[in-house]
C-alpha cells in the first residue's frame, strides 16, 4: 500500500495508540477499594440464593451499595461491581455475598480470601462481626468457592475478602438480618476504612 502522507499516518496512528493507553490506564489506575454485589446481574448459571421471601441478589445489591456510599461519604474512592468483574487493581476488594442451604440454618457467616496477605484483615472483620451476628460461623475458606472465588482472579487487590454474611434460607437468620441490612453495611464500611488508616466513627449495631 503506497501512503502518500506518511508523517499525518505516523501522527494518526501515535494518536490511537495514545488513546488506547489512556482507556487501559484509566480502566486499570487502582483504586482504594473495590465493592462487589454477588451474583449482581446473572440471569442464569449460579444466581445466588433464594427462599420464598428473598432473593440474595436483592440483599447483596442492597448491602454493597450502602458500603458504597458510606465510604464515599468519608472521601475513600470506591469502585462498584456487580457479579461480571473487569480486570482492575485496588488496595481492598470485598465481595458481599449471603449463604444458602438445603437444609434450613445449616449455615452461617463466613470469610474467604485468596491469600495470607488478606489475613489480618479477615480476622479484624471476623471479631467486629462475631460481637453482633449470634448464629453459626464456619471456619475460614470452608469451601472451594470461597478459597478460589473467580473474582480473585479478575480484581488485583492487596487484601481481598470475600464476606458471607449470614444464611438466608434460615428464618432466624433472616429475621435478624432484614432490619438490620444497612447497619451491616456500615460496618463493613468501617472495617475497610480502618483498614485503609483512616480515623471514622464506629457504627452501633
Request: net charge positive; proline share 4%; hydrophobic share 40%.
Amino acid at each position: 500500500m503506497n501512503i502518500k502522507n506518511k508523517p499525518a499516518t505516523f501522527f494518526a496512528l501515535l494518536i490511537l495508540l495514545l488513546m488506547a493507553f489512556i482507556l487501559y490506564w484509566s480502566t486499570t489506575k487502582p483504586v482504594s477499594v473495590v465493592i462487589q454485589a454477588g451474583h449482581e446481574g446473572r440471569t442464569c448459571g449460579n444466581t445466588g440464593a433464594e427462599c420464598k421471601l428473598y432473593r440474595e441478589e436483592d440483599w447483596n445489591i442492597l448491602v454493597a451499595d450502602e458500603v458504597a456510599k458510606t465510604l464515599r461519604s468519608w472521601n475513600i474512592d470506591v469502585k462498584r461491581m456487580p457479579a461480571r468483574v473487569r480486570f482492575t487493581r485496588a488496595k481492598i476488594a470485598v465481595a458481599i455475598h449471603f449463604d444458602g442451604a438445603t437444609t434450613p440454618c445449616n449455615s452461617g457467616a463466613s470469610i474467604g480470601y485468596p491469600s495470607e496477605a488478606s489475613y489480618d484483615f479477615a480476622q479484624r472483620w471476623k471479631k467486629l462481626y462475631k460481637n453482633y451476628f449470634p448464629f453459626k460461623w464456619h471456619e475460614d475458606n470452608f469451601t472451594n468457592n470461597l478459597k478460589n472465588y473467580y473474582a480473585y482472579r479478575w480484581i488485583r487487590a492487596d487484601k481481598f475478602l470475600l464476606l458471607e454474611l449470614g444464611e438466608i434460607t434460615c428464618d432466624k437468620q433472616t429475621k435478624w438480618l432484614k432490619p438490620r441490612l444497612k447497619k451491616i453495611a456500615h460496618l463493613v464500611a468501617y472495617t475497610i476504612a480502618k483498614e485503609l488508616g483512616k480515623e471514622v466513627p464506629k457504627p452501633k449495631l
